[in-house]
């Protein structure tokens, strides 16, 4: 139930509370409507802060979801869709191949040998967090004569089991990428504090923006971050509110998904933190 039919103003709250419980699209119209609902949502937000709607891009997440399931998503005219793991996401694309106009981000994190699939098939990867990883999708994407848009993913939540560079690291690493070449540097990306307050969730959104206003200053040569990738089905709102131009949505537009959350995020930490 939404809280927007109210008359007065209230503030954005997440929507965590419908996690698991979006109605699965089993037909085009089905699709569509569940379309509608996040497109008005997306302008609600959009004109709470003065926004143009356009401004915001809405990437399609169909992890976990089946070729016959994005077939029939394409038919509503959704044009891409983001996979958060590499393999899937291939698979998918050699299964589609017939469908030329769709475009496959690629949303989660990388391991270096898998940055060959990557350089084949992928048209964004929004993940980077390695300059070895950089190295190896360049290297890769030279091989293949394409080049690839790029996001870096930040971890703003401060979590130990989220991807994604310290905010402190992101200026070094900028510096560092404009050797590949084939890597085009579009902005940031993050994922926000799962949880229910908004007052949790929203910092979040706000540290990517500030960092990203404050590096867009002295940005190296060639690298460009008017992108703000932020936002899922539970809190784009609150994402757009704070700059987001690109909202990643999965559950709200496929369904609730039956594999759990920690099938795709990791739930122990990346690498070995390091000593404070
Ligand atoms: C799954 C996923 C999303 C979308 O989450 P929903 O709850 O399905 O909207 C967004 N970003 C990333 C990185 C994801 O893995």
Known sequence: MSHSS?????????????????????????????LAAVHARIAQACQRVGREPASVRLLPVSKTMDEPTLRLA??????????????????????????????????????TN?????????????????????EALDRRLQAEGRSL??????????????????????????????VYSALRV????TLAL?????ARVRPCFVLLRTLRDR??????????????????????ELAIEEGATVVRVGQAIFGARSLPDSHYWPTTPPQTPEPE
């Not at 007065?8 to 699709?31: I, M, N, R, S």
């Not at 971890?155 to 130990?160: I, K, L, Q």
């Open 149 to 178: 848009d790029v996001f870096v993913q930040v971890n703003t939540s401060g979590e130990a089991s989220k991807y994604g560079l310290n905010p402190a690291d992101v200026a070094g690493f900028l510096r560092g990428l404009p």
């Open 215 to 236: 590096l867009r200053q002295d940005a190296p040569a060639g690298i460009s971050l008017g992108e703000l990738s932020m936002g899922m089905s539970g809190d784009f």
């Open 114 to 134: 898998k940055a060959k699939l990557v350089a084949k098939f992928a048209a964004e990867f929004q993940a980077l967090d390695s300059l070895r990883a950089a």
């Open 6 to 34: 109210d008359n007065a103003p209230q503030p954005t709250q997440p929507q965590h509370a419908q996690h698991g419980l979006h109605p699965k699209a089993e037909t085009v119209a089905d699709f569509q409507r569940h």
């Open 74 to 111: 394409y038919a509503a005219g959704l044009r891409q869709f983001g996979e958060n793991k590499v393999q899937e996401a291939h698979r998918k694309w050699e299964a589609m191949a017939d469908l030329a106009d769709l475009r496959w981000s690629v949303i989660g994190h990388m391991q």
């Open 194 to 198: 799962f949880s229910s307050e908004a």
């Open 186 to 189: 579009r902005g940031l990306m």
